[in-house]
């Protein structure tokens, strides 16, 4: 089974600090991505990534930055923490074979900032 | 942009019975995939079931089917003999069969059931 890992299922930072959001993936998955999830709005793309050091924005990249120096590792930045900030991060990975591939999930990493 | 529409925030039906969570999607585009995801309470997301555009025949899995209808750009999700362990989040999901591997998700549905 495809296991993909974020590091905080629980994270609480102030306005203006630098966070660092961290995924692992274990199948050796071209593909990899981080989703911002909030009530009524679904899941939203920031970043995605289809190889090492490649990055794409997704449809909210403002206030975000990633990074991928491995392929198993994809990291979400926030530069500047802001309140409104403040949600349910996914991270998920997808081989980049046939097109009915699924994306696979991590267990999410729920983010306060005060 | 694809978009994607699930109507219903909430759904509940009886424990052993039949529900059915609605989406419709927005694209101008022939080759795509749809997905159902389930996000239980607390837990990992995880796919229910796809469909290939190209496809005719609906996908079945178990307890779970599709209601695909291409030119109504509707893609609905059965849940037969429905069981306590299926209340969860649910998110219908396009990608499309072009260039960039990016998932357009529905708003979600919160389905519960009722023992």
């Known amino acids: 089974d495809v296991k993909v890992t974020q590091s905080s299922r629980y994270l609480v930072k102030r306005t203006g600090e630098k966070v660092f959001l961290e995924c692992v993936q274990d199948?050796?998955?071209?593909?990899m991505f981080w989703y911002r999830q909030d009530p009524g709005l679904g899941l939203r793309l920031i970043y995605f990534s289809y190889d090492v050091k490649m990055k794409e924005k997704g449809d909210i990249p403002e206030g975000y930055s990633v990074s991928r120096e491995k392929k198993e590792r994809f990291s979400l930045i926030l530069e500047s923490a802001s309140t409104n900030q403040t949600s349910m991060y996914l991270c998920?990975?997808?081989?980049?074979?046939?097109?009915?591939?699924?994306?696979?999930f991590g267990d999410g990493t729920r983010l306060s900032i005060l | 942009a694809q978009t994607v529409t699930q109507s219903q925030p909430e759904m509940s039906v009886q424990e052993a019975e039949t529900v059915t969570l609605s989406c419709t999607y927005d694209t101008s585009e022939s080759d795509y995939y749809l997905f159902w995801y389930k996000q239980p309470p607390s837990r990992q997301m995880i796919l229910v079931i796809r469909q290939e555009a190209y496809k005719q025949q609906n996908a079945t899995e178990n307890r779970f089917s599709v209601n695909f209808q291409k030119a109504a750009k509707s893609f609905s999700l059965k849940i037969s003999d429905s069981q306590l362990g299926d209340a969860a989040m649910y998110f219908c999901?396009?990608?499309?069969?072009?260039?960039?591997?990016?998932?357009?998700f529905g708003q979600g549905t919160r389905l519960t059931i009722n023992p």
């Open positions: 199948m050796d998955h071209e593909n």
């Open positions: 998920a990975s997808r081989w980049t074979g046939g097109g009915n591939q699924p994306q696979h």
């Open positions: 999901a396009y990608r499309s069969g072009q260039g960039a591997q990016k998932l357009v």
